[in-house]
């Protein structure tokens, strides 16, 4: 059964085109430093070794909640 769930992990992921609200981060000397995935109103965003480091919501308010890697609040953006 593992091997079913990271097959269909794997599928999904290579489905997604690059264009489609993925995007790559790179430090001051052009080394990779992360990535982000955008999916609707929420983004969550990777280490350079590929690992869930958190994410960020907008809401409907026009502020943006911040999520550490556990899932805790960490803060949140003031309305522009």
């Known amino acids: 059964m593992l091997k079913v769930l990271i ?20 430090d001051r000397s052009g080394a990779f430093a992360g990535s982000a995935s955008s999916h609707g109103n929420s983004t969550s965003y990777y280490s350079r070794s590929g690992s869930f480091a958190g994410s960020a ?6 502020t943006t909640t911040f999520y550490t890697r556990s899932g ?6 003031s309305r522009r």
């Open 57 to 62: 919501v907008r809401n409907s308010n026009g």
């Open 7 to 26: 097959a269909a992990g794997v599928v999904s992921t290579l489905a997604v085109p690059a264009s489609a609200g993925q995007r790559a981060f790179y």
């Open 72 to 77: 805790s609040y960490a803060g949140s953006s």
